[in-house]
Nanobody
C-alpha cells in the first residue's frame, strides 16, 4: 500500500522551531516531486514549499521564505520541512504530497499531486 506519513507537528511558542517529516512506505520517493501544503481553519489549502526529485530545485511561498527549509533524504525515503521563526499565522494542518516527476514549475499546484499524507497539526501560540 502506497502511503505518506507526516510527523513532527506540535505546539510551539512564537519564534520557535519544528521539523516536519514526510516518510513514504510502499514506494520509493526517488522520482517524486514532494510538496508541503497547509490548511488553517476556515481557509483554503495553500502551498508552502516543494522540492524536485533530486533535491536540486526548491520553491517556497512568500510567507515562509527565509524561515522554512525543505530537504530530502532519498536514502531514508523521507522529506523534511524545517520551520524556524514560527508565527501564529503558521498554525495549520500540514500535509505532504507526492507527484511522479512533476515539473518544478507546477509543484505549487495541489491538484497535480496524487498521493497525500494524513496531515500533522502545527500550532504556534504563547
Amino acid at each position: 500500500q502506497l502511503q505518506l506519513v507526516e510527523s513532527g507537528g506540535g505546539l510551539v511558542q512564537p519564534g520557535g522551531s519544528l521539523r516536519l517529516s514526510c516518510a513514504a512506505s510502499g514506494f520509493t520517493l526517488d522520482y517524486y516531486t514532494i510538496g508541503w501544503f497547509r490548511q488553517a481553519p476556515g481557509k483554503e489549502r495553500e502551498g508552502v514549499s516543494c522540492i524536485n526529485s533530486s533535491g536540486g530545485i526548491t520553491n517556497y511561498a512568500d510567507s515562509v521564505k527565509g524561515r522554512f527549509t525543505i530537504s530530502r533524504d532519498n536514502a531514508k525515503n523521507t522529506v523534511y520541512l524545517q520551520m524556524n521563526s514560527l508565527k501564529p499565522e503558521d498554525t495549520a494542518i500540514y500535509y505532504c504530497a507526492a507527484s511522479f516527476l512533476l515539473p518544478s514549475r507546477l509543484c505549487a499546484l495541489s491538484d497535480k499531486y496524487g498521493y497525500w499524507g494524513q496531515g500533522t497539526q502545527v500550532t504556534v501560540s504563547s
